[in-house]
């Protein structure tokens, strides 16, 4: 699908799966994502990191993070986004951590910054700088809603916001500061129009687009080279149900992990594997000896929810573009070794699912009339007695993004680590996404509490996991057992 660029009026419309996310919003389920950044700074630093932080994002203002919200009439459709000005005040705070500014201090502020909702009034983002870290490094906090933009978008944002050399660039020059008049603002009519431009053509879309879609399974399943079915089954199959698996409140918890991707490279072509499949076998120790400790381990494996990217090469614009996937976690196989095969035969199925009907998979829906009803089915189902019922589609989210491969700077001080922090939602607490950033994987987990009182608990269980693959593949292969002598006559 093309680009959504702005009309003449300075109208962009919003995909249906980047609607979703607005309408499936509530107090205790905010659908942003969001990035922790912690840079070094040489002895003796006087900088004014404050101060370089609001002229990276002064000099370098993204047209995506001037869009606004324009809602319409009665939920009928999608709101729109319009171009504004940008209130740097209200978008750029600093935040002091608590004395002594302790890591654990600084994860526990991200946590709650992390679970407040955006102003929808204004554009949806907000960058915190957070000061008092008792090691004299610098860090932000960085959030951004889903509406806005996926994963590998806002990889390609802090692209055009960072600096790849110590030495940095000129700033652009900036444009003139002129506020929007409400006279040059759209109108009502207009937005509408927009919008229902926007719908009806995807309705025009899907329609012309369905022999097609039809064709395509239709190949996938006479195709002599589909994945085996029973492992596709143990993908798609529910998962139990685990202290993860709750209505949610509003409290948030937050706690980082990094591991060196070469090593994971290592381990995955020993296992003629993936980085990924070994990212989801590590996930799934964790949970398993988080399990062990705080309840038991389930018998049936768990199941995790992962997107799948559904850009082309090369496409950078700022909208969702991905789909969901379910794939077993082999939990309820004790060997790490065995269960990373596991995983990685599942998700191998999977995948190969995926490619095939990657082409049909729509990245945009029509929504006429919808967005009003998302919102209250959200509502019903965060209610405790409807999660409690429903059977359990996946236990964890689970996300891997490909993140930049080297170094980035901020006026000259390099970033040392990129987490990054994702959604939780009613009925999975738990989301571990992944970000490799220069040579190492960084890893955020987003708890609610309710659900994981700890969030630290989890990413230490993450890190045992590592070294307890890493020792069990050192382990020499057991030699076969030689065949017993037949005893000796006796006479």
């Not at 919003?14 to 994502?33: C, K, Q, R, Y």
């Not at 709650?112 to 700088?129: G, I, K, Q």
């Not at 589909?226 to 409140?249: C, M, W, Y």
């Not at 199941?303 to 850009?311: E, H, K, N, T, V």
Request: hydrophobic share 45%.
């Amino acid at each position: 699908m093309g680009r959504k660029k702005p009309d003449e009026s300075g109208i962009e419309t919003l995909s249906g799966i980047d609607g979703a996310f607005l309408n499936l919003e509530s107090a205790a389920t905010p659908m942003h994502v969001g990035s922790l950044h912690l840079f070094e700074t040489p002895a003796g630093y006087k900088g004014n990191f404050f101060a370089s932080v609001r002229r990276m994002m002064e000099s370098r203002m993204v047209p995506v993070l001037r869009r606004r919200l324009a809602a319409l009439p009665l939920q009928l459709a999608n709101p729109v986004w319009v171009q504004d000005e940008i209130d740097l005040d209200r978008h750029i705070r600093r935040v002091r951590l608590p004395k002594p500014g302790t890591w654990a201090q600084l994860e526990a502020v991200v946590a709650d910054l992390h679970a407040e909702l955006l102003d929808r009034s204004r554009p949806l983002w907000m960058l915190y700088v957070l000061e008092g870290l008792a090691t004299g490094e610098k860090a932000y906090y960085f959030k951004i809603h889903h509406a806005m933009l996926d994963g590998q978008a806002g990889v390609a944002l802090a692209g055009a916001l960072f600096d790849t050399s110590p030495d940095a660039a000129p700033a652009p020059r900036r444009r003139a500061r002129t506020m929007t008049t409400a006279a040059a603002r759209p109108g009502t009519l207009a937005l509408v129009a927009a919008a229902f431009r926007h719908d009806a053509a995807q309705y025009v879309k899907l329609v012309r687009e369905l022999p097609g879609v039809v064709r395509t399974l239709a190949g996938i399943v006479r195709s002599s080279g589909a994945p085996d079915l029973s492992e596709l089954k143990r993908s798609i199959s529910f998962g139990p149900r685990t202290a993860f698996n709750v209505a949610i409140t509003p409290e948030r918890g937050f706690a980082t992990a990094a591991v060196p991707r070469a090593e994971l490279k290592a381990i995955a072509a020993a296992n003629d594997a993936t980085v990924n499949d070994v990212v989801l076998a590590l996930c799934s120790g964790a949970l398993r000896r988080y399990l062990k400790r705080n309840a038991s381990i389930p018998r049936k494996s768990l199941i995790a929810s992962m997107p799948i990217s559904l850009r082309e090469q090369g496409n950078t614009e700022m909208r969702t573009q991905a789909t969901l996937s379910l794939v077993s976690l082999a939990s309820n196989v004790a060997d790490p070794l065995k269960r990373l095969r596991a995983i990685r035969d599942s998700a191998g199925a999977t995948k190969a699912v995926a490619r095939q009907a990657k082409s049909i998979i729509p990245t945009d829906i029509p929504l006429i009339g919808v967005p009003w009803l998302l919102g209250a089915l959200a509502s019903l189902y965060g209610r405790r007695g409807v999660v409690d019922t429903l059977p359990v589609l996946a236990n964890v989210l689970v996300s891997n993004v490909p993140g930049p491969p080297v170094p980035l700077y901020v006026d000259g001080l390099r970033m040392t680590g990129y987490w990054p922090l994702s959604i939780v939602e009613h009925g999975v607490g738990l989301n571990i996404t992944l970000m490799s950033y220069a040579g190492n994987l960084c890893l955020g987990f987003v708890v609610a509490r309710c659900a994981v009182p700890d969030a630290r608990e989890l990413a230490d269980d993450f890190l045992d996991a590592f070294e307890e693959l890493k020792q069990r593949m050192q382990k020499p292969p057991r030699a076969p057992r030689a065949p017993r002598k037949a005893a000796a006559a006796k006479f």
